[in-house]
């Protein structure tokens, strides 16, 4: 069985974009900036947003975090990003989410500047992934792409099951992988018949949001896994597959922790490090 190390994969990028942004500073450029707002106090957030301040201070890009009670009006928050997508320092702005109940998410990631949106997340991008054209990916899903890619494991002419739609991992990862030549399949809480679908599939993605949803009877010998589950439980932070039992089957699986989460990290540096070239050019 391959472990896909997305710690030890997501710090090589890391390194290989320290040197670059060196190289850009070095050249007399101003240093990349992220703004990452953060809404609330939910504790996963506040983990999730610290990992992405200290990842960001690694590499060389600035960050600057924002956070802001629950208690904050739809407005104040449409005025921050408003303000953010004026200034010429912050290349990438990131809203953490979910949002607390009151705040309209979707009307926020629409306010957010397409060309500095490095989450993926506004229409225009997600539009322009649909169509296979350049433009900011959803740092999870490419996240992933890239940890098969670095792994050698293509997933062009094989069968791919995606289990879950949401819109920040489901949907965006069904499109890469098509665009990546996987003959795909979406299965979700409605699908007849899951096992028959996932036992199918030569490469597996969860992202069902259940701690062990998928367990080694659904999936076939030989099979890719990858986890994009993070569940915290009594034994700790569990992913969407039963690990212990696939990892004997399967040709290759990603760890949780330790696999997709830290290349969704690994990614928003890269979205934010393209931003920012984007943004010297103009
Ligand atoms: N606007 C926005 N963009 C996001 O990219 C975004 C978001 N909102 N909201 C929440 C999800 C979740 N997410 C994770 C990032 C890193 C880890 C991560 O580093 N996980 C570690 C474990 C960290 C831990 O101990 O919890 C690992 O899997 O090894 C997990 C999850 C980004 N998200």
New binding site residues.
Partial sequence: MILLD??KTSLEIRQELKEKIKAYMAKGHRAPGLAVILVGDDP??Q??VR?KEKACADVGIVSKSFRLSADISQQELESLIQKLNKESEIDGI????PLPKGLDSQRCLELISPDKDV?G?HPQNVGKLMLGLPGFRS??PAGIMTLLQRYNLDPAGKKAVVIGRSNIVGKPLALLLLQANATVTVCHSRTKDLTKEVLDADFVFAAVGRAKFVKADMVKPGAVIVDVG?NRTEQG?VGDCDFEALKEKALAITP???????M??AQ?LVNTFGAYKQHLDL
Avoid at 256 to 262: M, T
């Fill in positions: 997305g710690k996963a957030s983990v999730y990992n990131l809203l953490q989410l989450d997340f740092c999870t993070i932070l949780v922790p330790g696999g997709v989460g830290p969704t990290i928003l």
